[in-house]
């Protein structure tokens, strides 16, 4: 439960410390003397977006903070989750929001993120303010009563990850089905592409050999008459080739090689370069034998290249291997156009697989909204005829949607008659800002019994009642408080405020800084004058004083 509340420079507040007791708690005061700026503080600890403007003037930065008692409310889990220190003796949540646009929160004086403050705050306060009777024509918000009442989150969590997994396949399918559209409006382009490129029969390094052979086969005359010039200068009948002279050389230094040993070395290595040189001369005779004009040889290889040429520049590709990798790719493509009917007729089973899972998750979703439906129209009567209304009718009406959506396959709509044979309505439409009142804090009852809910704050939940309907309201919610948990009521009616087992005071003051907000929790005496002022007004007098202590003996 909320134990108490630290406010420094919000709004009309410069610093205001409160404690809260358990039970049902009331909160009254004149119009504008600050309760809605106490909630909108307590708006902040629940990530509410901040206002520059409600900082004070003059301030740098406004802090809320709000200690909590939650050792009755398993909230360790949650805790470990988000990797939070838990206390559950003390529960810290504060808020601090700067002059210059930063905000801050922290739990357990541990840095956290807003959407962390929210979804802890989310489970340690809920207020119920006016504006919030304007969702009760929201089927989404109508649904989510059913639900919570129905104890379907499992089942409802479980449908959600059903339905998202056949949302995904759908969307899958649809991408599949327009890629092999797309493809196979291709498939004729990739189809000649290839078959264009198989029939080159391109190899790899193909290029370089017949761009080499064309230049060979360009030069052929001259390649021939310079091999044949090669081998008669290192090889010829005349004593004047390179042969001939080292022969010779060899012969005359062996002649002397007895009287100079040196000469035996030289001798020896020349005999090496006469054997190499034969072998050249051989090897050139050989070549100028392969090497001849062929124009025939010429025309193809220069075709070829052509061939070659002109594919990269086609294909935009640099060598005869990027042509090949892209031939490989074309194949590619055409494979998986050719599967593309398997994938698509695999997701289509896989789709209506899952479709089956989300119709029977819905149809047992169904089965407890219906449950449920039955004893909130039972408890709905039992808790409205108390409250003025003898003749009241509510019913849940579940219909089926034509398509499952995110929540499953139900329309869920609230229907009310407070007359007597009156036609049941939705509940929205028909109903006076009185009965909506009443219609909301019923069902709040009965989702506080449904939920560990710590805290519930109403603001003003009495809208259009008065006397003995305001009183029976007042019991309602200091039933709730009996519960384990703690109601807070602000109101303008002293029929509620005298049911409250701790009575609080907002006021303001002037001073000579400016307006300031404050509250206080009054003692008996003080109390019995609030609740007189409340029924007669600013002139106090001895009959109010009378029926104030006559409210508050009840």
Not at 318 to 344: G, H, M, P, T, V
Not at 478 to 485: K, T, W
């Amino acid at each position: 439960m909320l134990q108490s509340i630290h406010i420094q420079n919000y709004a009309l507040i410069d610093k205001l410390d409160i404690d809260f007791m358990p039970g049902f708690s009331v909160i009254t005061g004149e119009t504008g003397a600050g309760k809605s700026i106490i909630l909108g503080a307590i708006g902040l600890l629940l990530g509410q977006r901040a206002d520059m403007k409600a900082i004070k003037n003059g301030a740098s930065k406004c802090i809320v903070e709000a200690r909590f008692h939650i050792v009755s409310y398993g909230l360790e889990s949650f805790f470990n989750e988000l990797d939070l220190e838990y206390d559950p003796e003390e529960c810290i949540l504060r808020r601090e929001v700067s002059a210059n646009g930063k905000s801050r929160a922290f739990i357990n004086d541990t840095p956290a993120s807003l959407a962390q403050m929210k979804a802890l705050g989310e489970k340690l306060i809920d207020i119920h303010s006016q504006h919030q009777n304007l969702l009760l024509n929201k089927e989404g918000f109508q649904l989510t009563i059913l639900d919570i009442l129905a104890q379907d989150d499992k089942q409802l969590a479980s449908y959600k990850q059903m339905y998202a997994d056949y949302k995904n396949t759908c969307k899958e399918l649809d991408t599949l089905i327009g890629q092999a559209e797309k493809s196979k409006q291709d498939e004729d382009y990739l189809r000649f592409q290839l078959e264009q490129l198989e029939e080159a029969g391109l190899r790899n390094g193909e290029q370089a050999e017949l761009e080499q052979e064309a230049e060979t086969l360009s030069h052929a005359e001259d390649i021939k008459a310079g091999l044949y010039r090669a081998g008669m200068l290192i090889d010829n009948a005349d004593s004047y080739s390179i042969l001939s002279q080292t022969k010779e050389c060899i012969q005359t230094l062996q002649g002397i090689s007895s009287v100079y040993p040196s000469a035996s070395e030289w001798s020896e290595r020349l005999q090496s370069c006469y054997i190499e040189l034969k072998d050249i001369a051989h090897d050139l005779s050989s070549a100028e034998e392969d090497v001849e004009f062929n124009p025939e040889r010429l025309d193809y290889v220069n075709q070829r290249l052509n061939l070659i040429y002109n594919l990269q520049q086609k294909h935009r590709a640099d060598s005869i291997e990027e042509l090949i990798d892209l031939a490989k790719n074309y194949q590619k493509q055409l494979n998986d156009i050719a599967s593309f009917d398997d994938r698509i007729s695999g997701l289509r089973a896989e789709k209506d697989t899952l479709y089956s899972k989300v119709l029977e998750q819905a149809a047992l979703l169904t089965r407890l909204r219906t449950g449920a439906a039955h004893l909130i129209e039972e408890q709905m009567k039992k808790l409205l005829v108390p409250l003025g209304m003898p003749n009241v009718r509510f019913a849940v009406e579940l219909t089926s949607r034509k398509e499952p959506d995110i929540n499953g396959m139900d329309n869920v709509t609230f229907l009310f008659s407070a007359n007597k044979n009156g036609t049941l309505q939705n509940v929205a439409s028909i109903a006076s800002g009185g009965e909506i009142a009443r219609v909301m804090l019923s069902l709040k009852a009965m989702i506080a019994g449904a939920v560990k809910l710590p805290t519930i704050i109403f603001d003003e939940i009495d809208t259009g009642v008065s006397g003995s309907i305001a009183e029976k309201m007042a019991l309602i919610m200091r039933d709730m408080g009996n519960q384990n948990r703690q109601v807070i009521s602000i109101t303008h009616l002293p029929q509620i405020a005298a049911r409250g087992t701790t009575h609080y005071k907002v006021y303001k003051e002037d001073t000579d800084t400016g307006t300031n907000s404050y509250i206080r929790k009054l003692t008996p005496d003080e109390r019995i004058h609030e609740i007189a002022h409340m029924l007669s007004g600013s002139t106090l007098t001895e009959a109010a004083l009378n029926n104030a202590r006559a409210l508050l003996s009840l």
